[in-house]
């Protein structure tokens, strides 16, 4: 055995199952199911100092660590892909701590951590789908203050917002927020949905899955049970329309997923492909079955 | 090490919560336990949610059939929780008998609403009155027997403040949060 | 056909191998050791210890080195390895009065009990580059004297006795601990002054600053400025009394600011308080000015609507392990927000040109 391995079990001996210890367990836990009592609305829980950076995902990382079982199949994804740098780093730690199956099939897994994507395959019952959020507070780019936020959750006092997405119609014919598009949950916290494309945001209402949000840094705890009603704001004469480049992936030929818009020539010539990794993969796969 | 509630603690208390999870996500459904060590009065499920929750910032209120010294020892052994009053639980444990009235509980405030008790309502034998349930978690209504539902349905007034409970017995589990919405069945006569 | 690029695990190893190639630096240089560092970086050391709320030399001395002098990467490898430690028990309040003084002066009192003690300090030091310190093995030697042990009690109690300087009453409570509970505003004095204490050295010193400038200006004076060792004792339960289980050096600091008087209290001196880790009087002087100026509503005093004053917003930001993270996720792709938000300009630039042809 080298050097390297020795030390890297080593580190497993020294920390618990999924790295936390029981006690911050604990208080993850019990903030993780009053959250699931009071869909939307944000539990405050004391974040621990992880060993990766505050907004890297921490808080996603406690809300995956407090729920973790050793037969999970775990799923990492940034901006839709398996293979980015951050997804790939936060996979290893997992597999390093809890010594955790994986995949990069979202139908496989038991538990998806994911930063600014809802995968484009649909979710199932029990599946748990952990957000890591970086702003938990919808309300904090109009009041940067948490006893005037707090107390507007409070009263469902949510006419600044309102006034917000009214105005950028008055300015743009269009509201002005194309990502993080907040909802309302179970008609009664506007909630951030973290920055996720609009696009994404009908993924969110009535899921069959469980949808967990940690924001490791803002210190707090979010959930939308299944089968909860997540209405994006808007208004009668100007509802709320999902968005996404008008063209087709050019690997999988997908026309329905969400696309990243990549630059392929130094004279700027674009090309588009799903930002969804395994849903491009799945793709693929189905084509060259028609194809045989 | 045979006397600890879990045998292997970290994997067993992940096990236990992940049904709680599912449980309070899918409320009115319900959901399996493993055993554990515990005293005899407590059932597997009761004594799991107070194992995988409670630590020294717990308080836990203990209705009279519970409040013994061997359930006391064995929860302040593993757990550090405080023996707490009505008012001031975060965690209630006994028959629904016992607990009523629910209104010294807390419930929350506006700013804070999950500052509210759970109540862990631990028997089979009440009376039942059919009801159907919606809300958050609930696919299509589900029919499910409660004890005296106008109290569930006061409580579901109250949202976003308000009780959580869970039914136990034996190995099972089945929660019952805030959000949901309780219809009584009009009984045919 | 375009085929996705893959390799994030493999960049990812590489890169980090590169960077410990790069910390080690020219091989045929002696690797610096933790002794070194914690002999001779001490300042270095004391500031990764008080930021990282962790009182170990040794494991400071290593974040050091780890980190490459990466004072705020060194505090945060110690943040993240200080959680995963059992708390055992607390120990007694510290007692700074009967602190063994390496350094103690007041500002405010030519002669005190005890006397004025410089101490190890750059104060009065010219800030000339000392070329002497370019040749190895100097070995400088001072002076010494044995120890005075006369009692040093606070200069500021005996403003106190003439009843001129607010006494600070024990609310009874037990205070906030900032790493365990998830602060709500308003906070309490505990809760800001332990988040001070942790917080990052320039933002204070940049806040602390402004106050002299005007922004919530209070001018204080240094009624007292003390480093030195304190005994640590914990109770034990089975002994029945207390043991001394460690000393630390500790750095405290009282500044005697102005009162006007307010319709509630009749003038009077008011404290500001700044306690930190190991010799680190930069950062006690200017937690003590911001911990003055947070208390103005307890005081009765006018907010002026400055950044000193304001709870929420000083201690929110004052973290360096909070900041510096989420200043850094934006180095992280932020491709589908970015193309979410090139879609909606696309969108309303069309608009906007259709509209302007109209």
């Known amino acids: 055995m080298n050097e390297m391995s020795k030390n890297e079990n080593l580190d497993i001996q020294i920390y618990n199952f999924a790295y936390l210890d029981e006690n911050t367990k604990r208080m993850i836990r019990r903030a993780l199911l009053k959250a699931l009592c009071i869909p939307g609305y944000q539990v405050p829980f004391s974040s621990r100092e992880m060993p990766m950076p505050y907004g890297w995902g921490t808080g996603g990382i406690q809300v995956t660590s407090a729920c973790l079982i050793p037969k999970d199949v775990l799923k990492v994804i940034d901006q839709g892909a398996d293979d980015t740098t951050n997804a790939v780093s936060i996979r290893k730690f997992f597999q390093k701590t809890a010594n955790v199956a994986v995949t990069e099939k979202t139908s496989d897994a038991s538990i998806i951590q994911t930063r600014h994507r809802i995968p484009e395959t649909k979710l199932k019952e029990k ?166 | ?81 405080i023996i707490s009053n009505k008012k001031n639980a975060d965690f209630v444990i006994g028959t629904w008998k016992s607990l009523l009235p629910l209104n010294e509980f807390k419930i929350g405030v506006p700013e804070y609403p999950e500052r509210s008790a759970t109540l862990i309502i631990e028997e089979t034998k009440y009376k039942k009155v059919k009801c159907n349930i919606d809300g958050p978690g609930i696919k299509n209504k589900l029919n499910i027997d409660l004890p005296n539902p106008e109290l569930f349905i006061e409580n579901n007034n109250l949202y976003p403040l308000g009780l959580d409970f869970y039914f136990t017995n034996d190995l099972e589990i089945l929660s019952i949060p805030r959000s949901t919405k309780i219809n009584i069945i009009k009984s045919e006569h | 056909m375009y085929v996705a690029v893959k390799g994030g695990e493999v960049a990812i190893d590489n890169a980090h191998s590169w960077m410990s190639e790069i910390r080690r630096g020219d091989t045929s240089i002696p690797n610096i050791t933790l002794d070194q560092i914690s002999e001779q970086l001490t300042l270095g050391v004391d500031r990764v210890m008080s930021e990282g709320s962790l009182y170990d030399k040794d494991l400071a001395a290593l974040a050091i080195k780890q980190s490459r002098g990466d004072l705020i990467e060194a505090i945060f490898l110690l943040r993240a390895y200080r959680t995963t430690l059992t708390r055992f028990s607390y120990s007694k309040p510290v007692n700074t009065a009967n602190m063994t003084c390496l350094r103690r002066i007041s500002a405010t009192f030519k002669d005190i009990p005890g006397g004025q003690k410089l101490g190890p300090t750059f104060d009065y030091t010219h800030r000339l580059l000392d070329f002497k310190l370019l040749a190895e093995n100097e070995s400088p030697i001072s002076p010494t004297k044995k120890y005075n042990d006369n009692k040093m009690p606070h200069v500021l109690s005996f403003l106190n006795q003439e009843d001129l300087m607010q006494n600070e009453k024990d609310n009874n409570l037990d205070p906030i601990d900032i790493t365990r509970e998830p602060i709500s505003y308003p906070t309490s004095r505990s809760a800001r002054l332990q988040a001070l204490s942790r917080g990052d050295e320039g933002f204070l010193l940049g806040l602390a600053y402004s106050t002299q400038r005007g922004y919530a ?142």
């Open chain 3, 217 to 358: 200006r209070n001018h204080a004076f240094v009624g007292e400025l003390r480093i030195g060792i304190v005994d640590i004792e914990l109770y034990i339960p089975e002994l029945g009394f207390e043991i001394n289980v460690a000393e630390i050096i500790l750095t405290e600091c009282e500044t005697v600011n102005q009162f006007q008087g307010s319709k509630i209290e009749p003038p009077q001196f008011t404290r500001g308080y700044g306690l930190v880790f190991g010799q680190t009087e930069r950062k006690a002087l200017a937690m003590a000015l911001i911990d003055r100026a947070l208390r103005w509503k307890e005081l009765g005093e006018d907010y002026s609507g400055a950044p000193a004053q304001d709870e929420e917003f000083v201690i929110s930001h004052c973290d360096n392990i909070q900041a510096t993270g989420f200043l850094e996720h934006i180095k992280l792709p932020h491709y589908v927000d970015f193309q979410s938000e090139l879609e909606l300009i696309r969108k309303i630039r069309a608009d906007a040109k259709v509209n302007m042809k109209r």
């Open chain 2, 1 to 81: 090490m045979e006397n600890y509630p879990f045998s292997e603690n970290s994997i067993n208390s992940s096990i236990a919560f992940r049904s709680l999870v599912n449980a309070t996500s899918y409320p009115g459904r319900t959901f399996q336990i493993n055993k554990l060590n515990k005293p005899s009065v407590l059932s597997n499920a009761a004594a799991t949610i107070l194992i995988t929750l409670c630590d020294n910032e717990s308080n836990v209120y203990l209705s009279k059939e519970y409040n013994t010294e061997e359930v006391r020892n064995w929860l302040i052994f593993n757990t550090g929780a």
């Open chain 1, 127 to 292: 599946q748990i789908l952990v957000y890591q959020v970086p702003i938990p507070e919808p309300l904090r780019f109009l009041e940067p203050r948490e006893v005037e936020t707090r107390k507007m959750h409070a009263l469902s006092e949510y006419g600044l917002m309102y006034v917000k997405l009214y105005e950028d119609i008055a300015k743009h014919g269009h509201i002005e927020t194309a990502y993080a598009y907040p909802v309302k949950t179970n008609g009664n916290y506007v909630t951030d949905p973290s920055p996720i494309p609009k696009f994404d945001n009908p993924k969110m209402n009535n899921s069959p899955a469980i949808q967990l949000f940690g924001a490791g840094r803002e210190q707090r705890i979010y959930a939308i049970p299944p089968y909860t009603n997540v209405k994006s704001l808007d208004f009668e004469d100007y509802p709320f329309e999902a968005m996404k480049a008008n063209f087709k992936c050019s690997i999988c030929g997908s026309s329905d997923s969400y696309l990243d818009e990549i630059i392929v020539s130094d004279d700027g010539k674009r090309s588009y492909i799903c930002s969804d990794t395994d849903y491009c993969k799945e793709q693929t796969k189905l084509n060259s079955k028609k194809e045989d």
